[in-house]
C-alpha cells in the first residue's frame, strides 16, 4: 500500500470544516483592513531566497526543496528550482517585477502551502501551510511608518481575537537597523568566542555564519551562556529607538498588550527593527502561533527599489490545533435528512433537496431502498436536525412528516412551508 508521505498529511473532514471556518475569519478580518489577496507561485528560482533569506540560514542551508529543471539542449542546462519555505521573498519578488510601488502602499495577503526539510513534530510538517500579510511599497506612501507595524500587530490581536483564541501573548523587540545589526554581530561573535565550543552544533555553526540565529536554541544547557550574552537594545540608534516606542505608544493606546523580550530575533537575513511573536500555551513548548517584523532592506537586497515593508507569518497548522477543542462547534451539519420512501421516490427526493437548497438548507439524501428505520438512524448518526420523510401519500397530499431528531417531535408540514419551518429550527 502506498502511503502519504513521512511529514506531509491529508486533511479530511470534519476537521477541513475548522480550516475553511479558519480561512473566512482571516479573509473578514483582512477585509476590514483593506488587505488584497496576492497568490504567487509555489516554487521560485533558488536565487530568491539564497539571496533573499540568507545563505547561512537554516532554511536554505538546510531545509529547501530544490532540484535542476531540465534543460531543452545541450547548451540549456536547465534553471534551480526551489519549492517556497516561505512568501514574503516571492511577495517582494513580484513586487518589484510588476513594479507594484506604482500603486503607492500595498496591503497584500495570502494563504497557501510551503515547504521546508525538517524533521516534523507536533503542529509541523514538511509541507504546512501560511496565513501572512505584508505591508510594502515606497517610503513616500508611509510604508517606513511605525504606525504600519501597529496597525499590522493590532490585526493579528483582532484576529486571534475573533477566532476565539484566548490567552496569547504579544512579545516585541526591535533588531535594529542594518548598521545596529553588524554591530551587534560582531559583539556576539566576541562574546561566544569563549563559549560556543560548550553549546550545542547548531549554535557553534551560528556563532560563526550568524549569531543571532544562537537565540532560537531549545538546548537547557546552552541557555544559562546565551542569558548572559550582550543584548541588541543597547545597539540601537536614535532612529530606530525612537520607531520603536512609536510602535509602543499606538499599541497602547490601542489596548494591545504586549511584552518586551530583547532576546527574541527573527531568524532570517532580511528582518530590521520591529520583530514581534505570539505564543499560546496550548502547543507545548514550541508555542509560537506567528512572527513577523520589519524587513525594510529585502526589495533592495533583489535588485528592487527602496521599498520599506513589514509582514508576517501565520502557521495555519499549529493555528488550527490550538482550535482544535472548538471544531465541533464550526461543523456544519445536516438541517435535514431526506427519508425517501418506495420504489421511485428517489427522483422525488432529489426534488425537494434541490427546492430546499435553495434557501441554503444543508440537504443529505437517504435512499430508496432503505427502509424507515434504516433511514433515521443514519441521519441521527450524521447529526442532522430532522429527518424529512417523502413517500406516495406525502407526494400526492402535498403535506410532509418533519422529524425533529432531537426531541423526537414530528409535525406534518406543507410543502411550500418545508423551508421555513426547518430554518427557524
Avoid at 3 to 16: F, H
Avoid at 92 to 107: C, S
Amino acid at each position: 500500500m502506498i502511503k502519504g508521505v513521512r511529514g506531509t498529511r491529508d486533511l479530511l473532514p470534519p476537521e477541513t470544516a475548522l480550516w475553511n471556518f479558519v480561512e473566512a475569519a482571516v479573509r473578514d478580518v483582512f477585509r476590514a483592513y483593506n488587505f488584497h489577496e496576492i497568490r504567487t507561485p509555489i516554487f521560485e528560482d533558488t536565487q530568491l531566497f539564497a539571496r533573499g533569506v540568507g545563505e547561512d540560514t537554516d532554511i536554505v542551508a538546510k531545509e529547501m526543496y530544490t532540484w535542476e529543471d531540465r534543460g531543452r539542449g545541450q547548451s540549456d542546462k536547465g534553471q534551480s528550482l526551489t519549492l517556497r519555505p516561505e512568501n514574503t521573498a516571492g511577495v517582494v519578488r513580484a513586487y518589484i517585477e510588476h513594479k507594484l510601488w506604482d500603486r503607492g502602499l500595498n496591503k497584500l495577503f495570502y494563504i497557501g502551502p510551503q515547504f521546508r526539510r525538517e524533521r516534523p513534530q507536533k503542529g509541523r510538517y514538511r509541507q504546512f501551510y501560511q496565513i501572512g500579510a505584508e505591508v510594502i511599497g515606497p517610503a513616500s506612501s508611509g510604508s517606513e511608518s511605525a504606525a504600519r507595524d501597529a496597525e499590522i500587530i493590532e490585526l493579528l490581536a483582532t484576529l486571534l481575537d475573533r477566532l476565539g483564541i484566548r490567552g496569547w501573548q504579544l512579545q516585541l523587540n526591535s533588531i535594529g537597523c542594518a548598521n545596529d545589526r553588524a554591530a551587534y554581530n560582531e559583539a556576539l561573535r566576541k562574546a561566544l568566542e569563549p563559549v560556543k565550543d560548550k553549546m550545542c552544533a547548531d549554535c557553534q555553526r551560528r556563532a560563526v555564519t550568524n549569531p543571532l540565529r544562537v537565540f532560537d536554541c531549545k538546548v537547557p544547557e546552552d541557555q544559562p551562556m546565551i542569558e548572559k550574552l550582550p543584548r541588541i537594545s543597547q545597539f540601537l540608534d536614535e532612529p530606530c529607538r525612537q520607531h520603536f516606542e512609536q510602535v509602543q505608544e499606538i499599541l497602547k493606546s490601542v489596548g494591545v498588550e504586549f511584552q518586551l523580550n530583547d532576546r527574541l530575533v527573527r531568524g532570517l537575513d532580511y528582518y530590521t527593527r520591529t520583530a514581534f511573536e505570539f505564543t499560546h500555551g496550548a502547543l507545548g513548548a514550541q508555542n509560537a502561533i506567528l512572527g513577523g517584523g520589519r524587513y525594510d532592506g529585502l526589495s533592495q537586497a533583489l535588485d528592487g527599489p527602496p521599498a520599506p515593508g513589514i509582514g508576517f507569518a501565520i502557521g495555519e497548522d499549529r493555528l488550527v490545533m490550538s482550535l482544535s477543542e472548538t471544531a465541533e462547534a464550526v461543523v456544519r451539519k445536516p438541517d435535514v435528512y431526506i427519508a425517501p420512501l418506495g420504489a421511485g421516490m428517489n427522483k422525488e427526493a432529489a426534488r425537494l433537496a434541490r427546492e430546499l437548497r435553495r434557501h441554503d438548507i444543508v440537504v443529505e439524501l437517504g435512499d430508496e431502498s432503505f427502509r424507515l428505520k434504516k433511514s433515521l438512524e443514519t441521519a441521527s448518526k450524521m447529526g442532522a436536525k430532522f429527518a424529512l420523510i417523502a413517500g406516495e401519500n406525502e407526494l400526492s397530499t402535498g403535506v410532509f412528516a418533519l422529524k425533529n431528531l432531537g426531541t423526537g417531535e414530528q409535525v406534518s408540514v406543507p410543502r411550500t412551508d418545508l423551508a421555513g419551518r426547518i430554518q427557524a429550527s
